[in-house]
């Protein structure tokens, strides 16, 4: 299979009632870690990378990783670029194979978000690139990207339908609240504002900030019409404690090829339970 946009893996998530994983992913170790893990649960699955992420890593690396990924195994896998707020960098990295992005202009008023979403959706139709934008804006911090508590707003129904009818978008990334990162206490997620903006609008719906937020909010989440749902800190957070715990054991150790192993292990384990609790194993 070649690199696929998220339009079809989304549509059918929506139709049939679960939700795919979109896993942020950094460097070599996370993506095999991702895609591998995939495969054997025979999982669609979305390879994310933030700004920082892209710059860090090489956009055209993780392209041509994925690629290798795509040949290797028939599940469906997309590239998307998350939380980009420059259309020329979008631009950019869709010629260099990305075939999802979000363009996040949740900090801007609605009619600007309006306008940068839209010149968005115009270049990557072009190039059957899907798009997903974000209505409200979510709290805590994804990277670069902090958002202070007092500035989070929940997404507001009728306005959705409004902003999805304007922009033409392919999917809307909705505030109900969750935060990125970790909570403070228990996520209290808005369920009725999300039937409301599930009857409002007709493309699929993403969950972002999914980290640290009980199984069972996700999974009712999904039930009510979440088709997408993003994890990045209940990634990194494994990863690091194993790579920790190897290094506080073994001082003298120096060797990617082992210290990484543990690492990638744990990882793992976290990726197979996300694909369980959004019910996308065996749907590829
Ligand atoms: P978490 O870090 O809270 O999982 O959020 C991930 C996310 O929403 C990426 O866009």
């Not at 911090?141 to 929940?154: N, P, R, W």
């Not at 150790?253 to 976290?270: F, G, I, L, T």
């Amino acid at each position: 299979m070649k690199i696929l946009s998220t339009k079809e893996m989304l549509k059918r998530a929506q139709k049939e009632g679960y939700a795919v994983p979109a896993f942020n992913i950094h460097n070599l170790e996370t993506l095999q870690v991702v895609v591998d893990t995939a495969n054997e649960l025979k999982s669609p699955v979305i390879l994310a990378g933030t700004p920082s992420t892209l710059v860090y890593a090489g956009g055209d690396y993780i392209v041509s990783m994925a690629e290798v990924a795509s040949k290797k195994y028939d599940i469906p896998i997309a590239i998307h670029l998350d939380h980009y707020e420059d259309v020329e960098d979008i631009k950019h990295y869709i010629d260099l194979g990305f075939k999802s992005t979000m363009i996040d202009g949740s900090h801007l008023s609605y009619e600007d978000n309006i306008n940068i979403v839209k010149d968005v959706v115009d270049y990557a139709h072009r190039f059957d690139a899907t798009v997903e934008a974000e209505l409200g804006r979510l709290g805590g911090q994804e990277d670069d990207l902090v958002v202070d508590e007092k500035d989070a707003m929940y997404t507001n129904p009728a306005q959705a339908k409004e902003f999805v009818d304007k922009t033409g978008i392919d999917s809307l990334a909705i505030a109900i609240g969750t935060a990125h990162g970790l909570y403070k206490g228990e996520a209290r997620l808005d369920f009725d504002r999300l039937k409301e903006i599930r009857e409002a609008v007709d493309v699929p719906l993403v969950l972002h900030g999914a980290s640290d937020v009980p199984d069972y909010l996700v999974k009712k989440a999904i039930s009510l019409g979440i088709c997408k749902v993003n994890i990045a800190t209940d990634l990194k957070i494994p990863f690091s404690d194993a790579l920790k715990k190897y290094f506080s054991e073994n001082p003298k150790s120096n060797d990617p090829r082992k210290y990484m192993a543990p690492a990638k292990e744990s990882m793992k384990k976290v990726v197979a339970h996300k694909i369980e609790v959004c019910g996308s194993k065996n749907r590829y």
